[in-house]
């Protein structure tokens, strides 16, 4: 695998349900993020970790929290999600936090919440 | 206040056009760095460019060129010749030295054959 992945591509869960999202980077980046993407909204950042800590929580509901074990992989739990977290979810990596870098993204997640 | 402002939402050429994106931006860091990205239908934003506030000259790639011009604020983006594979959204992006890059809100282009 080459760059940043994304596991599932596509999610449907219910306003119960729990599931969570994989973003894995093959790049020997340090920092890494997740945006919502939605017609409302185009890119809205949600979270940046630095070496596994979290530096940026953007007032993200608790109901997505995030989960970085190391700096390839970064998790996005959710849970009892509302309709209008229906969105296209993008990791990115660089190879330092900080917004003078430029990002590499994954091809995302759609999610769709009924 | 940073922003971003990528007036056009939609673009529509026909291959072989020229198409200028312009992107428009604000901030009152001296140091800052811009950039372009590029989302084609498959999801991904791809990295196109990243400028500093310090450099103001001209970058051509290939079929692609980018003017910056401090005096307006404006990073203004060229595509020389369009294709068909350059139907995307394009992003234009400010970072001014926190965690948060602030982001346009982009503008699609359609190249059609």
């Known amino acids: 695998e080459t760059g940043v992945t994304q596991t599932p591509r596509h999610l449907v869960m219910g306003m119960t349900n729990k599931k969570s999202l994989k973003c894995e980077q093959h790049l020997g980046h340090n920092a890494m993020y997740w945006y919502k993407q939605s017609a409302k909204k185009p890119l809205e950042l949600m979270f940046v970790y630095s070496l596994e800590e979290r530096v940026e929580n953007n007032s993200v509901p608790s109901r997505f929290s995030p989960e970085c074990p190391n700096s390839s992989h970064l998790f996005l739990h959710l849970h009892t999600l509302q309709p209008e977290d229906s969105a296209l979810y993008l990791c990115?990596?660089?190879?330092?936090?900080?917004?003078?870098?430029?990002?590499?993204f994954g091809p995302g997640t759609r999610l769709t919440v009924l | 206040a940073q922003k971003v402002t990528q007036a056009q939402t939609e673009i529509s050429v026909v291959e072989k056009e020229d198409v200028t994106l312009d992107c428009v931006y604000e901030t009152r860091d001296t140091t800052y760095y811009l950039f372009w990205y590029k989302q084609p239908p498959s999801g991904e934003l791809v990295f196109l460019i990243r400028?500093?506030?310090?450099?103001?000259q001209n970058e051509i790639s290939g079929r692609y060129s980018w003017n910056f011009q401090k005096s307006t604020s404006s990073f203004n983006f060229t595509i020389t010749a369009s294709q068909v594979v350059d139907s995307a959204v394009y992003f234009c992006?400010?970072?001014?030295?926190?965690?948060?890059?602030?982001f346009g809100a982009g503008t699609r282009l359609f190249v059609k054959a």
């Open positions: 400028r500093n506030s310090f450099d103001e």
């Open positions: 992006a400010l970072g001014t030295g926190g965690f948060k890059t602030i």
């Open positions: 990115a990596s660089s190879l330092l936090a900080g917004d003078y870098n430029e990002q590499f």
